[in-house]
């Protein structure tokens, strides 16, 4: 297991430094490094330079793209519309002046470090901190992020570095996991978490926390931004956009997405992923009313924030595999038999076979995810409301 492991991470790590000279000839076709990074740089470029209204017009932005990184890009970019809200924007801003490649490194490095601080704050077992910080930073869905200069290292940071200062400054806590905001799919199990654990001062410093990051960039980019990113989300989840699920659903890794291409009608892959957010829901209730540590509710919390997302990509999977291990930490056997790291395994390799839509193999990995949540919830104990904290 850790040989193919080792040899799929070398892999990932080939088509990351073959991307630019020889695209496409080694794994999926990327086009260039950082075609994400371009969407955010070329958003808050656009915003500061007095161009916001251009980031809601998906064929003029996309446009702009092809335009200003046309010497990097090995073949035009296809739509790319803005899909955040505006404060990511203000996460962004400290990076627009480095100018776009040196931006792209400086955010990778610096969302990778967040995590690497948050896997290490407190870990009650140093080695295995730094076990699982080399896993998560050479598993192929990391070298995916940054391959398309994706931001799930700081996803993953804000979750595990949230989760752990619950129970000691759970103020703290709440403050922090209230920036998942930036991205709101991955955002919609915390408050859930927090009331279910009956950590309320946390959950208030979340909700503070949000609205402080909203009003900030409202401050300093117009209200405008918000005035116009409200109605676009909202025709974007009503399904009504069919650009927006053509090039943004379709192209993930979500339960919507894989039963989709597994040839279910829109409506039932509607259904289905709504059932998954319906799950995933309750699974985090269920862990966070109950009696596990906090490596068993941080694999929850992780595995069903990715069931949920209405759209995820395969750098996302990077929160799966970080629960992958964090759930082979707490096994009780001093040795996991071999199903597990099985599991763990295919876990691994899901982004390697992703996108679904590329790849059929992987239109069956959301079970995956299901089944690491039921297996870290077989190992609750009895559920108490006054659950430890």
């Avoid at 073959?18 to 969407?39: C, F, Q, R, S």
């Avoid at 103020?171 to 209230?178: E, F, N, R, S, T």
């Avoid at 763990?344 to 239109?363: E, F, Q, T």
Wanted: hydrophobic residues 60%.
């Amino acid at each position: 297991m850790l040989v193919g492991g080792l040899i799929t991470s070398i892999y990932a790590l080939t088509v990351l430094l073959t991307t630019i000279p020889y695209p496409g000839k080694i794994g999926v076709n990327y086009n260039t490094l950082g075609t994400d990074w371009m969407v955010f740089y070329g958003a808050i470029r656009s915003v500061l330079d007095g161009h916001a209204s251009l980031i809601f017009d998906a064929e003029r932005f996309t446009d702009f793209l092809n335009t200003a990184f046309a010497g990097w890009l090995s073949k035009p970019l296809d739509l790319r519309p803005w899909a955040y809200p505006p404060s990511f924007l203000l996460l962004l801003l400290p990076f627009a002046p480095l100018g776009f490649f040196a931006s792209y490194v400086a955010f990778q490095l610096a969302t990778a470090g967040l995590l690497a601080v948050a896997l290490r704050f407190r870990a009650d077992d140093r080695a295995t901190s730094e076990v699982l910080l080399a896993i998560v930073l050479l598993c192929p869905a990391a070298f995916i992020n940054v391959i398309d200069g994706q931001a799930v290292f700081l996803v993953a940071a804000l979750v595990v570095g949230g989760l752990r200062l619950l129970k000691s400054r759970p103020v703290l806590g709440g403050l922090i996991l209230g920036l998942l905001t930036f991205k709101p799919q991955f955002c919609i199990l915390v408050p859930l978490a927090l009331i279910a654990a009956g950590q309320w001062r946390a959950f208030w410093a979340a909700g503070l926390s949000a609205l402080a990051l909203a009003a900030a960039s409202g401050a300093i980019f117009g209200w405008e931004l918000w005035l116009r990113w409200f109605p676009l989300m909202v025709e974007n989840l009503t399904g009504s956009n069919t650009k927006w699920i053509e090039v943004g659903r379709i192209w993930g890794n979500s339960v919507y997405t894989c039963a989709m291409l597994l040839g279910a009608p829109q409506g039932l892959a509607s259904g289905l992923q709504l059932l998954a957010a319906l799950f995933a829901a309750a699974s985090v209730v269920i862990a966070f009313r109950s009696q596990l540590g906090v490596r068993e509710r941080m694999a929850v919390f992780l595995a069903a924030t990715l069931l949920a997302a209405p759209h995820s990509g395969p750098y996302d999977q990077e929160l799966l595999m970080l629960a992958a291990v964090l759930w082979l930490t707490v096994l009780d056997a001093p040795r996991p038999p071999l199903w597990c790291w099985t599991l763990a395994l295919l876990v691994w390799l899901v982004p390697l076979v992703s996108p679904p839509v590329l790849i059929p193999v992987s239109r069956p990995a959301p079970l995956l995810t299901v089944a690491l949540i039921v297996l870290v919830l077989h190992r609750r104990p009895v559920l108490t409301h006054n659950a430890s904290r």
